[in-house]
């Protein structure tokens, strides 16, 4: 079985400009969150999505938004970046049977330059 | 910040000693989880234990929790090279979001 997949691994962008990030769930999971983990701290969450709807959203600005697609894939997008806005961007899944207990993706390493 | 903290902020041992890591944290809890980061890369589940729980084991790795001081522990035993990594800790609130609250780490180097 694949693990949680994420797209791409790297990418430099550009302050102002605008980046998707892509994630793949584990097959049958319905439940994807996405984690901002800058350099030197933990995870900090920003959205979790459930059958398409957004469960939660943590204390990001609007310029980071997610969606949810009918095959439980999920993209992140953020707007307008920002030099801090540089960071490993992780998606994680979980299912009913374990809902608590994140399986997570490698992660995508967004640096803005 | 929401982070919880986490002590020592690193650790250097030899093989085959034992690692303790602890966690404090701030608000009531559903569960706490503890992770491993390898350099910068995905995070992988180690062990959870829940509010109601007060130790927990599973192989070389032992969990307790003291929800009067909001504070829990991890024992890695006889530690081995391949157990170098970021090990952090995680707390569940519990509620309808997945959400979870993230410790600042800690970062354990062992020597061959």
């Known amino acids: 079985d694949a693990g949680v997949t994420q797209s791409p691994t790297h990418l430099i962008k550009t302050r102002g400009q605008h980046v998707t990030l892509r994630c793949s769930p584990i097959?049958?999971?319905?439940?994807v969150s996405w984690y901002q983990q800058v350099l030197g701290q933990g995870p900090q969450f920003i959205f979790q999505y459930y059958e398409k709807e957004e469960r939660g959203r943590g204390n990001f600005p609007d310029r980071f938004s997610a969606r949810q697609f009918p095959n439980y894939s999920s993209e992140l997008n953020v707007n307008a970046l920002l030099l801090g806005d540089s960071a490993l961007y992780l998606c994680?899944?979980?299912?009913?049977?374990?809902?608590?207990?994140?399986?997570f993706g490698a992660g995508s390493r967004l640096t803005v330059l | 910040s929401q982070q919880g903290e986490e002590d020592p902020q690193a650790l250097s041992i030899q093989e085959g000693e034992n690692a303790t890591m602890n966690c404090s944290y701030k608000t009531s809890i559903n569960n706490l989880q503890w992770y491993r980061q390898n350099s910068g890369r995905g995070l992988v589940h180690l062990i959870l234990i829940r509010s109601n729980e007060r130790e927990k084991h599973s192989g070389r790795l032992r969990v307790t929790l003291d929800t009067s001081k909001k504070s829990s522990s991890l024992l890695i035993t006889a530690s081995r090279a391949a157990d170098t990594a970021s090990y952090f800790c995680?707390?569940?609130?519990?509620?309808?979001?997945?959400?979870?609250?993230f410790g600042t780490g800690t970062l354990l180097a062992v020597q061959p």
């Open positions: 995680a707390t569940d609130p519990g509620g309808a979001t997945n959400k979870l609250i």
């Open positions: 097959s049958g999971h319905k439940s």
């Open positions: 994680a899944s979980s299912g009913a049977e374990a809902r608590n207990v994140l399986t």
